[in-house]
């Protein structure tokens, strides 16, 4: 199907853990398949450019969600405390999410392919 449009992008939804500069303790399986992730991105961008098809990634951190807010109850945290280990000193809206995933489907983006994009808010930078 999405041969037939003549362009296309996939994007993948990450963690991260996807683009390979945070892994976490206890969570092992988890970690190897979000790194899968990126294996495969980079091999669907490689087998499908020439169809004029891009792939690519995009691997939030914490973003401001109620499942976010549970799993930090859950772990005894408020969110300002999550927030602290954040360059931005908040956590990433779910809209800033949507624009990556806008311009990485929009014609603006078309050179990028087989690459993966850190929207964590900056905690992936040291």
């Keep these: 199907m999405v041969l037939s449009f003549g362009q296309a992008s996939t994007i993948h939804s990450g963690s991260m853990s996807t683009i390979g500069r945070a892994g976490f303790a206890t969570i092992a399986p988890s970690n190897a398949s ?59 809206r779910p809209e800033e999410l949507a624009t990556v995933v806008m311009w990485l489907s929009s014609p603006e983006s078309s050179a990028v392919t087989g690459t993966d994009v850190d929207a964590s808010g900056g905690y992936l930078t040291g």
């Design 34 to 92: 979000e790194h899968g992730v990126i294996s495969l991105t980079k091999v669907a961008a490689l087998e499908y450019a020439d169809k004029n098809i891009q792939v690519n990634a995009f691997a939030p951190g914490a973003v401001d969600t109620p499942m976010l807010r549970r799993a930090a109850e859950a772990f005894g945290l408020t969110c300002e405390q999550i927030e602290r280990d954040y360059p931005i000193k908040r956590i990433v």
